[in-house]
């Protein structure tokens, strides 16, 4: 959930957000600006907690935080081919990788970092930063259109299949191969999201007035709503809520529309009882007689809940959350405000609005209020990677608080315990003199050359000389002294460091 190249300043505001987004779990915000970027955590609706600002990239276009990890991904729009990988908390820059062309999206889960350009994907390896798989030759994708699942055990990506039609490819981020494409709409895409486990897929085009929803992987349609008949509008954002019940779309209008996923009644339905009941379910009948969009436009389902926005035009993006044990409808808006309204899961209606918080005006100074309410940082990257948020139980049916991670499926911190990269080890960093960290550019079809560029960060070097150029959808080899050693027992110098690309 993510929002860039916003509007100006408007209303007063000092300074207008260039990009904002929800983390995986909806615990926190990330927003960039002209000056830099921001960490906000959404644990209370009364205050907005800083985690972390950094002042050092100036004119960030995306930022991206892991769940309520340190790690944290930034694009520039000084150097919008690079993205910058870096632990926070240290001060520290993982690693650093150039593009052949801009950067237009990024998407995290716990096993993949998707990048998004606007004619090929890359897929990361998280724990190590390998590059595993290059998806080349899509449609023209100029707004970086896509979506991962947050669902690590299936790591499921979609991405749009071409620029005229509402076509999604659906690929497994873990078995690395293209599972099915969907037919969802007529028209171009404008918005694509998974729900928590990666079951469901929901879509919506260009025109905006419909949403669809589709099962995983077999692209079965399960749902379809109708946003509305009067106007096309844009859609800027779908979010399900963690239990997949509920599903929310923002737009540049001044309405937020949720709607409920509600399962059909396998049994035969019970006879009318009344002359209202009975007109419906001739009119029911009636639509099998109908032309198909009319029988169609019959059956859509309508909005569960709304929230209303004091404003229009602005590029927002809305997310369901839940907050002190209560589920909330959170919309961050470019004009630099975050609205938290309530929710009441059982009946909907308009939601209310409770707080408006001033995502602008926030200060830096206290970056330890989040850190209070989590436990001790865990010893090593692949924790960090692997580790939820607190969880508490939930008093409201339907909703968990899992921190982004569903129960029984966090990765247990031995599976990684061999990757090369350890944030939280300072055994696993090189010597503060005479080594220099490694930047990776990526090309689409990169030479077999290889070079080292400069950075100012204290990364972890590849070293050697092994490995081969990225040809038409190649997996790059890993150099010898990774696949035989631990970055930390071993290091080269400037001159043995190297990288991929030309």
């Known amino acids: 959930m993510e929002a860039g190249a916003a509007d100006g300043p408007s209303g007063g505001v000092e300074e207008a957000l260039s990009c904002f987004s929800f983390n995986q779990d909806c615990t926190s915000l990330a927003i960039g600006t002209k000056s830099g970027y921001k960490l906000f955590s959404l644990s209370s609706v009364e205050q907005l907690d800083p985690v972390h600002g950094s002042n050092d990239i100036p004119d960030v276009c ?22 910058n990988v870096y632990h926070f908390k240290k001060g520290t820059e993982i690693c650093s990788y150039s593009y052949s062309s801009n950067v237009l999206s990024i998407r995290l889960n716990r096993q993949r970092l998707l990048v998004c350009l606007e004619e090929s994907i890359y897929i990361h390896n998280i724990k190590d930063m390998k590059l595993l798989k290059t998806i080349l030759d899509i449609p023209p994708n100029p707004t970086g259109l896509c979506a991962l699942s947050i669902n690590h055990s299936n790591s499921y990506v979609a991405y749009p299949g071409s620029r005229t039609t509402g076509e999604i490819v659906l690929y497994d981020g873990h078995a690395l191969k293209t599972v099915c494409t969907v ?49 096309y509008v844009t ?11 509920l599903l929310c779309a923002s737009s540049n209008t001044e309405t937020v529309h949720i709607f409920k996923l509600e399962h059909l009644a396998n049994s035969q339905p019970e006879e009318p009882s009344t002359w209202t009941s009975y007109m419906g379910k001739m009119l029911m009948a009636a639509t099998n ?57 059982q009946d909907g209606g308009d939601c209310v609005l409770i707080k408006t918080h001033s995502l602008l005006g926030s200060g830096t100074a206290d970056e330890n209020k989040e850190n209070d309410l989590r436990a001790s940082l865990p010893q090593s990257y ?29 990765i247990p911190e031995h599976e990684f315990a061999t990757g090369p990269v350890c944030l939280d080890d300072e055994n696993e960093f090189p010597p503060k003199e005479g080594f220099l960290p490694v930047r990776v550019p990526i090309t689409e079809r990169a ?38 050693e631990r970055w930390g027992s071993r290091w080269a110098s400037a001159s043995q460091c190297t990288r991929i690309g030309a």
């Open 62 to 83: 995306i930022v991206e935080r892991l769940f309520s990890s340190s790690l944290v991904v930034v694009v520039s729009h000084a150097k919008p081919r690079q993205m």
């Open 382 to 410: 692949a924790a960090t990677v692997a580790r939820p948020s607190p969880s508490a139980a939930s008093t409201v049916p339907g909703y968990s608080e899992d921190g982004g991670a569903l129960r029984g499926e966090v």
């Open 183 to 231: 037919a969802a709409h007529e028209g171009a895409l404008a918005a694509i999201a998974f729900n928590a486990s990666g079951s469901r897929l929901a879509s919506a085009s260009e025109k905006g007035t419909v949403i669809r929803v589709f099962s995983v992987p077999d692209g079965q349609k399960l749902y379809e709503f109708r946003r509305g008949m009067k106007r």
């Open 235 to 245: 859609i800027s954002s779908l979010a399900f809520s963690m239990d997949s019940q």
């Open 447 to 484: 030479s077999p050359e290889r070079s080292l560029g400069p950075s100012n960060f204290g990364a972890a070097p590849v070293c050697g000389a092994g490995g081969r150029g990225l040809g038409d959808h190649q997996t790059p080899a890993l150099p010898s002294c990774l696949q035989a």
């Open 289 to 345: 007689y109908l032309p198909t969009q009319v029988s169609d436009m019959m059956n859509q389902d309508r909005a569960f809940a709304t929230g209303r926005l004091g404003f229009s035009g602005h590029r927002n993006i809305c997310t369901l959350s839940t907050i002190q044990k209560l589920p909330r409808l959170l919309v961050a808006s470019s004009s630099g405000h975050l609205y938290i309204y309530s929710l009441d899961p």
